[in-house]
């Protein structure tokens, strides 16, 4: 039996959890792979940690277990990119620098196959990385880069080859959906909820990017790639996070039977495909409004298969690492390539404001009658039907109520709104969400 | 590039769907697999209705569309396992009848792949099937098999290598699903929701197959092997329906939170593999209580990736058929051999009543003081915890209450009535459900 051999560079809570699992279940790994399925080399700036944690070998590491300084991690990358015995790399060291930019290229180039979880990497760079391993017919396995451990790009590239996919959609954020969970079922700010999320070790010291939806979107930007085979840049798409919704929203949701989501979005109608990240009313008979706390959930429609949803873990170490031992095995037992999805030229990336959702308008206004009757006027002059109004809330002297509309355009409610600022009735910026049914 | 040649034996709602699929997305399959995708013979006793509603040519069905009798059928059999260009049989006939085991057995006899979805010959007949695929060296693709749409089998074999599957569980027949969730939703009697499944094309006029659990054990036996490595036989299998479900167990699942569930069942612990169906109350907070209507769902506990669920429709004519062509796509892009999972010789299958779950046990009783003592002093006495006894209800002469246990084996609970029924309080048999957390 043929030996496969693998190493990983960057041995912290992924990496080192791959080193793991490769040691504990080597062989069921070897049975299933058909092919000896060996660890042979690890690179990691400060191993120690890494040999506690996870029980590893010091011998694995490149210096026998000291601490690298940067000269001689590039001397022991360079050997393992030109050792003729390695078959695969891990890379585990994560960010999107130069550094790691040019080491994944490096990688592929040197003819080794690639295996990362490196969503911001492959969503903001990717498009040279996935050259690179095809010019040099090597693979690049990335099922860890899009919600840990749920299987979606295996699904996507083996199991729903027999039809097309018409829309991939989901909560990709476990951080975020953690929080509006909490502020849910506990009626929680979203300040007292994040910190929650910290102390749970759900959301980092600096949340930014899992809040704000940029992690969300460098998922949605992978799977459409993978999906419709469209290039789509962070800055072509539209994000929005999730830290401006309040209580106030939260029980609007619960009024229309839905739940608050950070929603990933992408649908093709026609040649046009639709993608963006955003909060969105999902209503209960969805199955997305059941998934809670930090779990992850994407969900595709199908031609012929019609709707399916992937429900697991979008994060972790041992999770995210068994996505990457699938990946390495799935290289090593097919030698699988890339599919090479020709980009059809006719296809055109359109952001959500485009897209026709029922929305909920939640307003605050002066406490004066004819309000109501003003802005659902207004409303009805752009062609938007109204689905129904909430009651008012009257605090102080201020009126608060909340509108749902049928499938409609952002912007035609956006010129909705410009008509009603001008009746000097508004107290700040109706809020805007789209319903998922 | 190489042609990869595909015939057709049984075309009707699923085989017909799988040659609607070939011609419908011809091109993008031929680009997924890296072979030209030809689909080049149909057998089909009576091929009019399927020319006419999957708008095939006439021409692909050997006879040229006309009617053919057992024997011509048997001799165009021959012609196509002879026919050294065609790489792969779709068996979509049906059935355990030896006509189709010996179909299914000669294709791989004579070297071809096969994709069948017939999960009652794999279950029942599966063995000699493989392994005549393995001394051919050639594939059985059945992904159709189990829970038609959803990609569960490709998730096993292809997804979750890089982990160990401690246990598989689901909702594996959307026919009963459909019934109880009518039941439950509405409150209607069983004999009614099934009349209004059978209307509305979800059950047979013979229902029997899929209510009393035999459906869903064919699947369970099947994710059994596949994951354990197990054969196990529909005579080992202890399989329970939802026939005898009563809106007063509705009452009692609704009472403590949870909704009742046709659930196929298996799981891992140290060298038993515990396995059955049988209906279930299904606590809220488990994902597969909001999987209502036809859908299905699996269920899978990972050793490092955790909790997993896949939801999607479990059958239909175009979903099962987009399995089957996923299954050819695979062949043809891999030539995927299956995975020969050796048999431990140590593991041990047991029935679900030697496995522990907490109970609910219900009650109908002579209405008089001191039963529920006497009933709840003879549980404890097999030591089996009591977490709650609902309030009683008093019909006429007669008092009726539940009781949930903490986790305890279905004898020990069988040992308490045998002591309860000396007591004579009892008007009628206790029924006994487990609960699902």
Known sequence: MKTFNIAIIGCGTVGGGVAQILNEINLSLTEKAGRNIRLK?????????AIE????????FCGGGKNLTREETNKYIDEVLNDNDIDLVVETVGGISDFV???C?????SGKNLVTAN??????????????????????GFEAAVCGAIPIIKTIKESFTGDEIISVSGILNGTSNYILSRMFDDSLTFEDALKLAQEAGYAEADPTLDISGGDAAHKIIILM???FGIDVTMEEINYQGIQNITSTDMEYAKEIGARFKLICFSKKEGDN??????????????LLSGVNGATNAVRTINRYSGKHVLIGAGAGSSETASSIVADIIFIARYNDLMIKTLPSKKIIFKGLNHFSFPYVISFETKDRPGITGLVTTEIGKQDVNIYTVTHNRHVQDKAMFSIETQPCTL????NAIVEIKKRDVLLGDPKIYPILY
């Open 105 to 109: 290229v490096n990688i592929c180039r």
């Open 411 to 414: 912007s035609q409610i956006e």
């Open 101 to 103: 930019y040019y080491l």
């Open 273 to 286: 495909v639709f993608g963006g990240v955003c909060p969105m009313m999902v209503k209960n008979e969805n």
């Open 225 to 227: 790639k993978l999906v």
């Open 119 to 140: 969503k911001a990497l492959l969503a903001e760079r990717g498009k040279e990385i996935f050259e690179a391993a095809e010019s040099k017919n090597v693979s690049v």
């Open 41 to 49: 080399k690890i690179i990691e700036l400060n191993p120690s940690v």
């Open 53 to 60: 944690r996870f029980g590893l070998d010091k011998d694995l």
